[in-house]
Antibody, heavy 119, light 109 residues
């Protein structure tokens, strides 16, 4: 069974940093691209970042470049999102989602982790 | 900045058919945008329905299908069931980026 479990969310002050993790199991993690998506309260889905299976290709939403960094550790079956200089508008549920293994497919999603940026 | 547009809301009767669309501000949506469709119910994580325009996942109900229609990506639900009431999102691929549509709230009434 494919499982994606996010962690690391919580309350952080504006300007602070947070590192989210996504623990993957039930599949060969090292052969799949992975994605981060966020959803602000009452709003739609927003793509955050994507990383290829071997970390060769990394993409970010233009609005987040320079503040967020995606990474992965294939030896630990884990995906990460380092978030710096956080703002109130970064408050959202952050989801990790599995991408394709050589295909343009999104299939499995985690349950999400809530990040709240507030003083 | 690329914008992907969906109908904000649609209403369909039980047993009816409805088509949701997904438009790109850059021009016609093609198979090269690899349209994906997702369903999200309140308080739940999104669930993937369709990938690469028209391909279904093993869990996608047979009554749900994806296509290209008049320069747009389309998601058609036939024989709509009450449990189809949800928010639906499309996702398009662009060079170096992926963009979600704003979502369509589907009401079954």
């Amino acid at each position: 069974e494919v499982l994606l479990v996010e962690s690391g969310g919580g309350l952080v002050r504006p300007g602070g940093s947070l590192r989210l993790s996504c623990a993957a199991s039930g599949f060969t993690f090292s052969t799949y691209s992975m994605n981060w998506v966020r959803q602000a309260p009452g709003k739609g889905l927003e793509w955050v970042s994507s990383i290829s299976s071997g970390s060769d290709y990394i993409y970010y939403a233009d609005s987040l470049k320079g503040r967020f960094t995606i990474s992965r550790d294939n030896t630990k079956n884990s995906l990460y999102l380092q978030m710096n200089s956080l703002r109130a508008e970064d408050t959202a549920v952050y989801y990790c989602a599995r991408g394709g293994s050589g295909t343009y497919i999104w299939d499995y999603w985690g349950q999400g982790t809530l990040v709240t940026v507030s003083s | 900045q690329t914008v992907v547009t969906q109908e904000p809301s649609l209403t369909v009767s039980p047993g009816g058919t409805v088509t949701l669309t997904c438009t790109s501000s850059t021009g016609a949506v093609t198979s090269g945008h690899y349209p994906n469709w997702f369903q999200q119910k309140p308080g739940q994580a999104p669930r993937s329905l369709i990938y690469s325009t028209s391909n279904k996942h093993s869990w996608t109900p047979a009554r749900i299908s994806g296509s290209l229609l008049g320069g747009k990506a389309a998601l058609t639900l036939s024989g709509v069931q009450p449990e189809d009431e949800a928010e639906y999102y499309c996702l398009l691929y662009y060079p170096g980026a992926r963009v979600f549509g704003g979502g369509t709230k589907l009401t079954v009434l």
